[in-house]
């Protein structure tokens, strides 16, 4: 992405390493910003500039991929998937899901079992989900 380049994405690239380190954990952008010797007011300016999108939005997106990948290809119940990434209550988890991905959890895990087939819901990286935060959907 334009932007992405020297100090600033440097700064995006160890505030990204960071927030991949534990998805469970929201850590306060001043948290972030003093590990990436920054201010916060930076690190937010050069996440954004690098990644297209807000810290706290780019991290959400990231535990619902990791969500989607243990929704598909595992049996573990909702509820601890959802606090595996970091929800301690099953419907914000729910609610989140479906806000990234248009569906909730229990429905994309149907749509799997009865397709036979695993969605088209599992991007690389969250940055990669398109407008409303749905992988693929075009502009």
């Known amino acids: 992405m334009q932007g992405s ?3 600033r994405g440097r700064i995006a690239a160890t505030a990204r390493d ?14 972030r910003a003093e590990r990436c010797e920054t201010s916060p007011t930076v690190l937010k300016e050069a996440f954004h500039a ?8 780019w991290f959400r997106r990231r ?9 598909v290809r595992t049996s573990m119940p909702i509820h601890e998937i959802g606090a595996s990434v970091g929800y301690a209550n099953a419907s914000k988890f729910a609610r989140a899901f479906k ?15 009865a397709s036979g087939r695993l969605p088209d819901l ?13 992988p693929g959907a075009k502009s």
């Open 5 to 7: 380049g020297g100090a």
């Open 18 to 31: 960071i927030l991949e380190e534990d998805l469970t954990r929201r850590l306060p952008i001043a948290a």
């Open 50 to 57: 690098t990644y297209g999108m807000p810290v706290y939005e």
């Open 63 to 71: 535990r619902m991929v990791a969500a989607t990948r243990m929704i």
């Open 99 to 113: 806000d990234v991905f248009g569906m909730g959890p229990s429905e994309l895990r149907r749509r799997c079992i």
């Open 122 to 134: 599992d991007p690389a990286d969250a940055s990669e989900a398109g407008p409303g935060g749905r």
